[in-house]
Every structure is written in C-alpha cells, then in structure tokens.
C-alpha cells in the first residue's frame, strides 16, 4: 500500500480506501463476511474507513466499525454529516432521506456518531451529498468550526451525490470553504466533473485532495458483470441507463492494454490505477462485496501506471475513446 497526504491537512491516507456501505446494505448485492472484509482491509495496509449514519439502518455503517476503532491511531476514520436518518426516505426504494442542515441538528448529528464510533473525535468529517444550500450557509460552517475547535472532528469535506455531477456545488466548496476533500464519483470512463475540480486553483495547489467513488464504472471497469448481466431491481446498478451501461463496456474495450497480462493488473485494479495517475486523487474507495475482492483492489496501489500508460489514457478520453454514445449522462445540479 502507498499513502498520500490528503489535502494540506495532517491526515495521511491510503491511496486505496474502504466504505461500509455494502456492508450494512443489500443495494449493491449482499456480503456474508463483513467483518472478515474489514479486517482483510486494515491487513492490506488500508488506513482510511468511509462510512455515514444513513449506511445500513440506525447508523449500522458506523456501529459496525466500533470494535476496529481500538486501533484508533491506525484508522483516518471518515464520517458524514447531513441526513436525517430519523425520518422516512421521501419515497419508497432507494430514494434519499430528508437532510437536515440546521446547526443544532448538525452537532446532535456529530454527537450521534460519535457515541456509535465509540470514538471521541472524527478525522474527517463530509457533509453528506450537499445542494448549493448548506455550501453557502455561514451560519452551519461556523458550527463545524466550533466543532473542529472542540477537537471532536480534525478536518472538514464534501461527499457530491449521490450521482454523477454538482459541479458549482464543488466548486464552491473548494474556492469558499475551509476543507481538505472533495468526494466525488470519478472513474477513467467517466472523468468530468473530476478533471473540473482538479483544475481549482486550491486543488492544483495541493490545498484540497479529491477522493474517487465509483472507479469501476458500476462495475463495467470490474470483470464481475458483462453487457447481459441482468440485476435484481434493488440492486443500485439496476437504475443505470441502460445505453450508458453499454457505452462503457465498449470504450472499456480500448483500455485493455492497462490489464494486459505483462502488466500484472486485472482489470479492477487498472481502473484505480488509472485514477491514482491524476495528482489530485489523493484516494479511490472501490465499492467491494468481498474479501477477495478487498485484496485485490487494494493491491491496485503498488500497480501504478507507467508515463506512456498515463498519457495513452488522456489521449483516449480526449477522443472519447473513438466512440460514439448512445446516451450521454447528464451532471446533476441543484443550481
């Protein structure tokens, strides 16, 4: 595993990072060992944990990490903040909850997850898939600032979501606001807003790290699906369109020289590879359902890109990887 320092902060992280997410859920398929994941993770050298009060029911992605936080100076643990996860989601399925942006919420929230973290500070605290709204609201950043001050949270970001897109809203909260990240879904197929935040005078300074979710594409960047792959309704995917799904397979076909078998990559860890290429990455958090699949991407980060790799990529996104879509997915705005 290599680290890279996350922002200007004094947080050190893993280039590869893990998430709770499918461990407390059923929305990306069902894991039968999510301890044995968690643990397979810190093994392979993985220090930065992402979860959020809303993983799972009655903040589980948080209570689940409780027992590993006695290795507390071993973990960069980040949190969210945002949602009420009280309240029922404003439709059936997988709809999101209610947010609630209030100061007194937003420090109740804290509090909450710290007594189910069983820890007594959070490294990095994310607003959860923020609109335009809370980015503009001094009054709520002046409370995370009373908690940073507090000691109960060391560093401040921003999670985009929960699809693709927000661009003013990261925008802002880098130019404007004092955080060391920016969450955003960012793979080698699927580059833009990323390349955008990258290009911030803050970002390029090295002031704010940006951290990739979604790096295989829903997986068309995995090997675990194939253009037939039917998914269960409630599978997250299942909501993909479905020429945009196609459109990735098929670009996906010009990368193959980035899991070549001279390269000693599968296919998933050349997708974070591809990403660990951009200097603004500071870390990727691949979606897992497995330990296998934990070991594996884990060890994309001692599989860098070559130069001629790295350049060979950019040329292929410039080109739109000599494809002509069938869908072009729109970025999501609340501006």
């Not at 609630?100 to 909450?112: F, G, K, L, N, Y």
């Not at 309704?233 to 479905?242: C, G, I, L, M, S």
Request: aromatic share 8%; with cysteine.
């Amino acid at each position: 595993m290599r680290y890279r320092r996350l922002g200007n902060s004094d947080l050190t992280v893993s280039e590869v990072g893990f998430g709770t997410w499918t461990l407390v859920s059923d929305w990306w398929g069902r894991t039968d060992d999510p301890n044995e994941m968690i643990a397979a993770a810190l093994d392979a050298g993985i220090n930065f944990i992402d979860t959020a009060p809303v993983y799972g029911q009655g903040g589980a992605g948080e209570t689940i990490l409780a027992p590993y936080l006695r290795r507390r100076n071993d973990i960069v643990l980040t949190t969210k903040v945002g949602y009420d996860i009280s309240a029922e989601r404003k439709f059936p399925g997988q709809s999101e909850r209610p947010h609630d942006w209030a100061p007194a919420s937003v420090r109740a929230q804290v509090e909450d997850s710290l007594r189910r973290l069983g820890t007594d500070h959070i490294d990095l605290l994310q607003l959860h898939n923020p609109r335009i709204e809370p980015i503009l609201d001094d009054a709520l950043w002046e409370t995370l600032a009373e908690l940073r001050a507090e000691g109960k949270v060391r560093e401040l970001g921003v999670a985009l979501g929960p699809a693709i897109g927000w661009v003013e809203e990261g925008n802002r909260a880098i130019d404007d606001r004092p955080i060391a990240s920016l969450q955003t879904v960012f793979n080698v197929l699927e580059q833009e807003p990323g390349l955008t935040f990258a290009r911030r005078a803050r970002v390029q300074g090295g002031e704010v790290g940006l951290i990739a979710r979604v790096p295989h594409a829903s997986d068309t960047l995995s090997g675990k699906i194939t253009p037939d792959t039917v998914f269960d309704p409630k599978d997250h995917r299942a909501h993909r369109n479905r020429d945009n799904m196609l459109d990735n397979f098929e670009k996906a076909d010009t990368l193959s020289y980035l899991w070549a078998a001279e390269t000693g990559r599968t296919i998933g860890q050349a997708a974070i590879a591809g990403i660990l290429a951009h200097p603004a990455f500071t870390c990727v958090i691949p979606t897992v359902l497995s330990v296998d699949e934990v070991r594996e991407y884990a060890a994309a980060a001692d599989l860098p890109l070559r130069e001629d790799e790295a350049r060979a990529l950019d040329d292929l996104w410039a080109r739109n990887f000599d494809h002509v879509d069938r869908y072009v997915m729109p970025l999501k705005s609340s501006v």
